[in-house]
């Protein structure tokens, strides 16, 4: 979309095509979004689009005429260092080279390729979703010209993305400041000191992150942090221990990271949540991970919504928190007000942790300022009146289990109607 004519290369047919679909796809979300009354015009922005686009199996016949050369491929040092060396003498002696890594040494990646493409040579770490997400460091080399990295500057503002330069240390800027988080992280429930999601739900109240370090595990992959991890091991107890900056403490074994990958537990990828536990041995155990990503699906109740208040303005606010498997926005069926909100809703997620925190993180959040009874569930199953929230007003948020049993809307509302008819005899 920023203009520039790609050439996309791949081992074989079938994985360029599927880069090329992975593409389209986003293309279309997009022409979507620009021309959402106009098919042709959709259309038209994907194939303007696409045709900047060639595929190939052939690494050398992709890099002949490029002007930067980007490689994304496995996070193995001399993986890299075969192709680097494969296209060095094919590439323009201008070209300048970047590696994707997250993690690996941009010097050591570049330490076979000629001298003089030495100083076009340097690192482009981009972040997963890359669409979404605007940050790229950009790593220098103690070879790097100052003209590549203004080259490679201007080619990341041309994305409508953000720079952060960094010099080539382990983990660059933002992987130096996580992967330790995470780590500990997971220490402090491998000891028992506190459970996943007490863990998870601290961060995000009390640190203001978007999400826990075990949620964050889910979506980098508990593989991919084992391998930082071991990578940096090897720096910290080798010959550049003393130029890393990495602690030997900060790299120690921790089994139960261990045993998740073992099992093949890494997260989203393996469709086997991170914080799952195979085997947990009793020192492992406070409380179970599993026990918050396997839980039944669990139902969010939000009650007192103003009329303003739609459907499409609820899931953008709660999607945020995690997959949401169901919405039931509830309306006047008969009478008088047919067809108008009836003022309440269910959002049904997918994991107790995700509608935990969605309660946790809105709880208190105005919708138009309604005065409202907040309530919460009893262990008879029924709801109990617990306080007026003074002004300013917020809209009622509790957790209600789902239910295995499928019930009509018409039942679902007399039985709210019930409780809160109850409710107000008391």
Known sequence: MSGHKVVLADVSDKAVQNGRGIITKGLTRVAKKQHPTDQAEQDNFTKRILENVQLTTNPELAVQDADIVIEAIIENV????????????????????????????????????????????????????VPQMALVELISTPLTSSSTKAILESFIERLSKKAVSCQDTPGFIVNRLLVPYLLEAIRLVERGDASVQDVDSAMMLGAGHPMGPFQLCDFIGLDTLKHIMDGWKEKANGSQADISGIEPALVQNIALLDELVAAGKYGRKS???????????????????????NAPNVKLFIGNIPPSVNEYTLIKHFKTFGKIKKLDYLYHTSGPYEGRPRGYAFIEYESLLDATTAKELSHKRAFDGKLIVEYTKNTDNTLIKRRKIPSPEYTILSLQKSSTVKKSTDSRIQQIQDKLAEMDKK
Not at 120 to 128: E, K, T
Not at 275 to 290: C, F, L, V
């Open 78 to 129: 001399r993986i890299k260092q075969d192709l680097f060396v494969a296209i060095d003498s094919v590439a323009k002696p201008s070209a300048v080279f970047a590696t994707n890594t997250s993690s690996l040494s941009v010097t050591e990646i570049a330490s076979l390729v000629s001298e003089s493409r030495k100083k076009n040579f340097a690192g482009l770490h981009f972040f997963n979703p």
């Open 271 to 293: 469709a086997k949540p991170a914080t799952d536990k195979p085997n947990i041995t009793q020192q492992h155990k406070r409380k179970s991970a599993e026990s918050v990503t």
